[in-house]
Nanobody, 116 residues
Protein backbone atom coordinates (compact mmCIF):
# COMPACT_ATOMS: atom_id res chain seq x y z
CA UNK A 1 0.00 0.00 0.00
CA UNK A 2 1.06 3.54 -0.74
CA UNK A 3 -0.53 6.62 0.78
CA UNK A 4 -0.18 9.97 -0.98
CA UNK A 5 -1.02 13.28 0.65
CA UNK A 6 -1.16 16.41 -1.50
CA UNK A 7 -1.06 20.04 -0.47
CA UNK A 8 -0.43 23.44 -1.97
CA UNK A 9 -3.47 24.12 -4.11
CA UNK A 10 -5.39 27.37 -4.07
CA UNK A 11 -6.47 30.43 -5.97
CA UNK A 12 -3.90 32.28 -8.04
CA UNK A 13 -4.06 35.00 -10.67
CA UNK A 14 -3.04 34.33 -14.27
CA UNK A 15 0.72 34.53 -14.60
CA UNK A 16 1.22 33.53 -10.99
CA UNK A 17 2.91 30.51 -9.42
CA UNK A 18 2.05 27.68 -7.07
CA UNK A 19 3.96 24.71 -5.72
CA UNK A 20 2.15 21.45 -5.03
CA UNK A 21 3.56 18.87 -2.65
CA UNK A 22 2.94 15.14 -2.50
CA UNK A 23 4.21 13.29 0.55
CA UNK A 24 4.57 9.55 0.06
CA UNK A 25 4.25 6.90 2.75
CA UNK A 26 7.25 4.94 1.53
CA UNK A 27 10.75 5.43 0.13
CA UNK A 28 10.42 7.19 -3.23
CA UNK A 29 12.89 4.93 -5.00
CA UNK A 30 10.71 1.91 -4.16
CA UNK A 31 8.09 3.41 -6.49
CA UNK A 32 8.25 2.81 -10.25
CA UNK A 33 6.81 6.14 -11.38
CA UNK A 34 5.47 9.13 -9.47
CA UNK A 35 3.88 12.25 -10.79
CA UNK A 36 0.87 14.47 -11.23
CA UNK A 37 -2.38 14.26 -13.15
CA UNK A 38 -5.18 16.80 -13.34
CA UNK A 39 -8.87 16.81 -14.07
CA UNK A 40 -10.77 19.90 -15.14
CA UNK A 41 -14.57 20.11 -14.90
CA UNK A 42 -16.18 18.09 -17.66
CA UNK A 43 -12.87 16.69 -18.88
CA UNK A 44 -10.98 13.45 -18.46
CA UNK A 45 -8.03 13.13 -16.13
CA UNK A 46 -4.77 13.85 -17.93
CA UNK A 47 -1.08 13.46 -17.26
CA UNK A 48 0.73 16.64 -16.24
CA UNK A 49 4.20 15.40 -15.33
CA UNK A 50 5.83 12.26 -14.01
CA UNK A 51 9.19 10.88 -13.03
CA UNK A 52 10.41 7.38 -13.75
CA UNK A 53 12.41 6.79 -10.61
CA UNK A 54 14.82 4.22 -12.07
CA UNK A 55 16.15 6.94 -14.38
CA UNK A 56 16.38 10.70 -14.51
CA UNK A 57 13.62 10.83 -17.11
CA UNK A 58 10.89 13.38 -16.50
CA UNK A 59 7.85 13.42 -18.77
CA UNK A 60 5.70 16.53 -19.24
CA UNK A 61 2.47 17.23 -21.08
CA UNK A 62 3.02 19.56 -24.03
CA UNK A 63 0.66 22.10 -22.48
CA UNK A 64 2.90 22.59 -19.43
CA UNK A 65 6.41 22.21 -20.87
CA UNK A 66 8.61 25.13 -19.91
CA UNK A 67 6.18 26.24 -17.19
CA UNK A 68 5.92 23.30 -14.78
CA UNK A 69 8.75 21.40 -13.12
CA UNK A 70 8.61 18.18 -11.14
CA UNK A 71 11.21 17.67 -8.43
CA UNK A 72 11.70 15.66 -5.25
CA UNK A 73 13.21 15.69 -1.80
CA UNK A 74 14.21 12.12 -1.07
CA UNK A 75 14.86 12.85 2.61
CA UNK A 76 11.23 13.90 3.01
CA UNK A 77 9.70 11.32 0.64
CA UNK A 78 8.09 14.28 -1.08
CA UNK A 79 7.56 15.14 -4.73
CA UNK A 80 6.82 18.67 -5.85
CA UNK A 81 5.19 20.28 -8.85
CA UNK A 82 6.34 23.85 -9.36
CA UNK A 83 3.84 25.63 -11.58
CA UNK A 84 4.81 28.98 -13.10
CA UNK A 85 3.09 31.28 -15.60
CA UNK A 86 -0.24 29.77 -14.71
CA UNK A 87 -3.13 30.13 -17.12
CA UNK A 88 -6.90 29.88 -16.58
CA UNK A 89 -6.86 26.60 -18.51
CA UNK A 90 -4.62 25.13 -15.79
CA UNK A 91 -7.61 25.23 -13.44
CA UNK A 92 -8.28 21.68 -12.27
CA UNK A 93 -8.05 19.24 -9.42
CA UNK A 94 -4.48 17.98 -9.32
CA UNK A 95 -3.81 14.42 -8.21
CA UNK A 96 -0.57 12.85 -7.14
CA UNK A 97 -0.08 9.40 -8.67
CA UNK A 98 2.31 6.57 -7.86
CA UNK A 99 2.74 3.29 -9.70
CA UNK A 100 4.13 0.28 -7.87
CA UNK A 101 4.33 -3.02 -9.74
CA UNK A 102 1.67 -1.87 -12.23
CA UNK A 103 -0.75 -0.79 -9.47
CA UNK A 104 -1.88 2.83 -9.43
CA UNK A 105 -2.23 4.78 -6.20
CA UNK A 106 -3.84 8.22 -5.97
CA UNK A 107 -3.94 11.09 -3.57
CA UNK A 108 -7.15 12.84 -2.60
CA UNK A 109 -6.54 15.73 -4.98
CA UNK A 110 -5.94 19.43 -4.48
CA UNK A 111 -7.82 22.18 -6.31
CA UNK A 112 -5.93 24.77 -8.32
CA UNK A 113 -7.95 27.74 -9.57
CA UNK A 114 -6.38 30.27 -11.91
CA UNK A 115 -8.56 33.34 -12.14
CA UNK A 116 -8.42 37.09 -11.89
Amino acid sequence: QVQLVESGGGLVQPGGSLRLSCTVSRFIFSINTIGWFRQAPGKERELVARWITSSSFMQYADSVKGRFTISRDNSKNTVYLQMNSLKPEDTAVYYCNAVVVRTDYWGQGTLVTVSS
